[in-house]
């Protein structure tokens, strides 16, 4: 059950999900189209969907195959996860096949230059995908939108439509209508409208290691664990030969990236692009955790059997706290002359100023065109338009904000910052 306002949103129902229609049906969907969730099954799902057969280098079997284990061996995952985690498996999977033979037919793609991206790199929920979305609407720059990290090369057979629009975009609104009808809360935490402005762990997705996979399925303990323990560095090398991909077929030449990822892999990011400027944002950690949390315990209700709240809260908790202890400690991975901080309440009472000060230090004149283009994306795209969740650290998940602020203390020294939850 959600309460509502005119604006503002409360999930009543976190600890027991009342389920709508459509999300029954879309259960009892799931429940009546099983499939074996194994490597094998994913595979040849991918080769008949492409008529390709080579996927190149087989290291990633290892990853896969941990990822559609954890679902499948879980006993309280429910169909419907079961479902979502083979078609997006089988997606990367076709990706990658179709990755692959364009660089074998174009193999000049790999002496492509990214030069000097600009990345945005901060905690989930941190305001880094407002910002992307300004600096991503100065046309100067090149980035990446939803519908393109999903599918990043046309099917065979794609034709620009009498309404001039790519196929994909279509493809993508389908997605996006998809989850409004499964989880309608969702556009009011997270807009994933084929436009909007997306993260390149995307396309990391189709070499099978990021962080991606514990989002989409609410918590993944055993792939957490395998991917912090394993050297990213291969895996930031193939995303920047993604980036080439994409860079080959339509410019401008000069990337805006954004994820929350690249806080716990400073190193890997930096070493790949050494002269990117890294623009960090920061927020009360435990706003993010309400919010993250929440988030995670509304999606699990779609999930799992029974949603285990606690679990939920204290998995992302965690989480949070990795990222900052491994963002604190790798920071001297980032020049300081091109790390540049903002902090959240700054940013959403002056977004304009914060973006002047950022093309300020990065020597990238703020012209009239590009305020203009950042006006137009400001008006068509008004914050809250979707309705504002109400968070309850207290009330959801039982938790006082100063005793969970206290796992965060190190970081909190280090960028001291206005406390949102009180």
């Known amino acids: 059950m959600t309460t509502t306002s005119p604006e503002r949103l409360r999930i009543t129902d976190l600890r027991d999900p009342v389920l709508t229609d459509f999300q029954r049906q879309t259960w009892a969907q799931a429940e009546s189209y099983p499939i074996p969730l194994n490597l094998d099954t994913v595979l040849a799902a991918a080769r008949e969907r492409t008529g390709l057969t080579d996927f190149g280098p087989d290291d990633f079997h290892e990853r896969l195959s941990l990822q559609l284990n954890e679902i499948d061996e879980d006993t309280n995952r429910s169909p419907v996860a079961r479902l979502t985690t083979f078609l997006s498996s089988v997606r990367y999977a076709a990706n990658r096949q179709r990755v692959l033979d364009l660089l074998r037919r174009h193999p000049e793609i790999h002496d492509i230059e990214i030069t000097a991206p600009i990345v945005v790199v901060g905690l989930p929920r941190s305001g880094t995908t407002h910002l992307v979305n300004l600096l991503a609407a100065d046309a100067r720059f090149r980035s990446l939108p939803l519908w393109e990290s999903q599918e990043p090369l046309p099917r065979p057979g794609d034709e620009i439509g009498p309404d001039g629009l790519d196929p994909r975009i279509a493809r993508s609104q389908r997605r996006w209508d998809d989850m409004l009808a499964k989880s309608p809360l969702v556009a009011a935490m997270h807009p994933m409208n084929p436009d909007h402005i997306h993260e390149e762990l995307e396309l990391e997705c189709l070499d099978f290691s990021s962080y991606n ?200 020294e280090k960028f001291p910052m206005k406390a949102e939850v009180k």
């Open 213 to 412: 996979f514990e989002w989409a399925s609410s918590m993944a303990p055993r792939w957490r664990d395998y991917y912090l323990a394993h050297d990213q560095r291969p895996h930031y090398e193939f995303l920047a030969t993604m980036l080439k991909v994409l860079q080959w077929h339509r410019g401008p030449n000069r990337w805006i990236l954004k994820c929350p990822q690249h806080l716990e892999q400073l190193g890997p990011l930096m070493d790949t692009f050494p002269d990117a400027t890294v623009v960090m944002t920061h927020r009360d950690p435990v706003s993010v955790v309400q919010s993250a949390a929440t988030m995670n315990a509304y999606g699990a209700r779609m999930n799992f059997h029974h949603v285990d709240v606690d679990t939920v809260f204290e998995y992302w908790a965690d989480r949070v706290a990795r990222l900052l202890d491994a963002g604190t400690r790798d920071l001297a991975a980032v020049p300081a002359e091109r790390r540049i901080d903002v902090f959240f309440d700054e940013f959403m009472a002056d977004d304009i100023g914060t973006v002047e000060r950022i093309y300020a230090q990065t020597g990238i004149e703020f012209t009239g065109l590009a305020r203009a283009q950042i006006d137009e994306y400001l008006a068509s795209h008004p914050r809250g338009v979707n309705g504002q969740i109400v968070y309850d650290l207290r009330a959801d998940f039982g938790h006082e904000p100063a005793e969970l602020r206290t796992r965060f203390a190190h970081y909190l």
